[in-house]
């Protein structure tokens, strides 16, 4: 197959379709809707792990129609009626199937690599300096996938040469994939509805939930292992002219997936690990980040040495005595381990995302006082009764002259009065002596720090719970 030939395939040919589907629709998809793939550590173009976990998720869209592509390019030779011609001709069967396989490959792995191009020069734009190589093997696996599902629904239209083989072929991945291997989160981390080995046959990933999870090496080589079998039948069936060389085609894929069977985890907890690199701590005194967003050190630690300085003035030796980012996983609505000498940074709340200079510093010493067992974050939500708090014990340490909010408050009925109770418990802390108000904001903290379900209001004005 010399490079004139495949040119000619690639301009006069549906091959090219498939790329185009890819990287347009992904494009459109994550550029066009504001989702969750935009927001926290965990966006698409935080990470290079999230980057690549992301573009393996919109598998789940693409995949089905990749397949029903190639099966649709793959009916041109029963549909043009040249398949008897083309058996007469001297050149090798492999050959010709070489071609539209080969453009069909080309044209696919070009429009998913353009897609991780964007994504990884908007992950390097953005700030981040750690490279991981983890990240490669999640792509590659997804090209592959994209590129043996296509050949596949080449290779089963060449076998069975019918209308309809195209759209069942897509109404039965999307079965497959939505029905049986459906990736969903369970605890920490991405479980299925299916036993997990069985599961992981599926390319696609669930949405990335957690920033240090990335998929194991195991999980690479099965999968490659199973793509690689698959990717063998759907050519074998391009080539088979025969009943008998078609049944023998099947062989590559049951051989494939039992091998990745053996290889691939039982188990959730072997299939996404922590990235150990990404979670080692980095540190400037007291105040450490991941690896991964070392990058928000220099602007993290002036302010967290100055909140673990106003900290200490307010609580004296029980003050906490470091600043450190919060690596714990846990599930969706679990509280979060707390600590009273630790104050827990998690850059994937909303508060913290958008505070800098002196709103950083009163965040850090709000969450030292106050500490948020569940963060505010978009996934999971933070209860506005928490931010009025955290908002009057800041303001009580640095001693302001009346209650600044952590977040502009709303006008809504809610909101009013939950404000309106913080205005109360503010101007009531006001009248108690010193002793008597640190006592108050002592209680606060350690309600706070046991995930008390006591009201933090409550607490500041002294009404038993």
Excluded at 13 to 37: E, T
Excluded at 65 to 80: N, P, T
Excluded at 304 to 310: N, V, Y
Aim: charged share 15%; hydrophobic share 50%; aromatic share 6%.
């Amino acid at each position: 197959m010399n490079g004139r030939v495949l040119r000619t395939e690639l301009r006069r040919s549906a091959a090219p379709w498939g790329g185009i589907l890819i990287l347009g629709g992904s494009l459109a998809v994550l550029c066009l809707i504001d989702g969750v793939w935009w927001q926290g550590t965990t966006g698409w173009t935080a990470q290079w792990t999230s980057m690549a976990m992301w573009t393996r998720y919109l598998l789940g869209f693409w995949w089905p129609l990749v397949v029903g592509l190639g099966a649709l390019y793959g009916l041109r030779d029963s549909r043009s009626r040249m398949g008897e011609l083309l058996t007469t001709t001297p050149r090798p069967a492999w050959r010709r199937a070489a071609l539209p396989a080969g453009a069909t490959a080309l044209a696919l792995v070009a429009g998913f690599g353009l897609l991780v191009l964007v994504g990884g020069v908007q992950v390097a734009l953005g700030g981040t300096t750690y490279l991981p190589l983890g990240w490669l093997p999640i792509s590659l696996v997804a090209a592959l996938a994209l590129v043996a599902g296509a050949v596949f629904g080449m290779g089963v239209a060449r076998a069975l040469p019918f209308a309809l083989t195209p759209p069942a072929l897509v109404m039965l991945v999307l079965l497959v994939l939505n029905g049986l291997l459906r990736p969903i989160v369970e605890g920490e981390r991405p479980a299925s509805q299916a036993p997990n080995r069985l599961a992981q046959l599926s390319p696609v990933t669930p949405e990335p939930r957690e920033m240090l999870l990335t998929l194991s090496g195991s999980v690479h080589v099965g999968q490659t292992l199973w793509l690689l079998g698959l990717l063998a039948t759907g050519f074998a069936l391009l080539v088979a002219a025969t009943r008998r060389t078609r049944l023998l085609a099947v062989v590559p894929v049951l051989v494939g997936a039992a091998l990745a069977l053996l290889v691939l985890p039982a188990h959730a907890r072997d299939t996404y690990v922590v990235d150990r690199a990404a979670a080692t701590l980095v540190c400037d005194g007291p105040v450490c980040v991941t690896e991964a967003n070392r990058y928000r050190l220099p602007e993290l630690a002036p302010h967290g040495k100055e909140a673990l300085r106003l900290l200490h003035d307010a609580l004296g030796d029980k003050a906490p005595g470091s600043v450190r980012e919060d690596t714990a996983l846990r599930a969706l609505g679990e509280n979060r381990p707390l600590s009273a000498d630790v104050v827990l940074v998690d850059f994937d709340e909303t508060l913290m995302a958008r505070a800098t200079g002196k709103d950083l510093t009163r965040l850090l010493v709000a969450q030292g006082l106050a500490p948020n067992c569940r963060g505010h974050n978009a996934r999971e939500g933070g209860g506005l009764s928490d931010v009025a708090a955290q908002s009057l014990v800041a303001s009580w340490a640095l001693g302001e002259p009346r209650l600044e909010p952590l977040e502009p408050r709303e006008a809504d009925p809610y909101s009013s009065a939950e404000w309106a109770r913080a205005d109360a418990a503010w101007e009531k802390l006001a009248t108690l002596s010193p002793a008597e108000q640190r006592a108050r904001i002592a209680e606060v903290r350690t309600a706070s720090l046991s995930c008390s379900p006591r009201d933090a209001f409550s607490a500041l004005v002294g009404e038993r719970s």
